[in-house]
């Protein structure tokens, strides 16, 4: 089965840095479209970034230059490094996997196994 765990969520205030974890299991990482997404209260999961088997990445408008997606296909791990934090930042991140090629984030719809979720808040 795949499994795919998030770390690294936290509080912290406006400016500051966090970077989230995601384990995956078996070869996940290295084989799979690989996507971050976050999910504010009462609004709908939207992709933040995502980065292909092969390491090209991709941005939403709204962290281009502040967020960087990586991985360690050694580790088995996906990765967000995410600098100047803004209150509106503030949701549940998730990591997500997709089999198979993908244009652009895509949406929910398009990733099949999702972990838990890490809380991220940012105050002002």
């Known amino acids: 089965q795949v499994h795919l765990v998030e770390s690294g969520g936290g509080s912290v205030q406006a400016g500051g840095s966090l970077r989230l974890s995601c384990a995956a299991s078996g070869y996940i990482v290295s084989s799979y479209y690989m996507g971050w997404f976050r999910q504010a209260p009462g609004k709908e999961r939207e992709g933040v970034a995502s980065i292909t088997s092969d390491g090209y990445t991709r941005y939403a408008a709204s962290v281009k230059g502040r967020f960087a997606i990586s991985k360690s296909n050694a580790k088995n791990t996906l990765y967000l490094q995410m600098n100047s934090l803004k209150p509106e930042d503030t949701a549940m991140y998730y990591c997500?996997?997709?089999?198979?090629?993908?244009?652009?984030?895509?949406?929910?719809?398009?990733?099949?196994?999702w972990g838990q979720g890490t809380q991220v808040t940012v105050s002002s």
């Open positions: 997500a996997a997709r089999r198979g090629g993908l244009i652009g984030l895509g949406t929910q719809d398009d990733y099949n196994y």
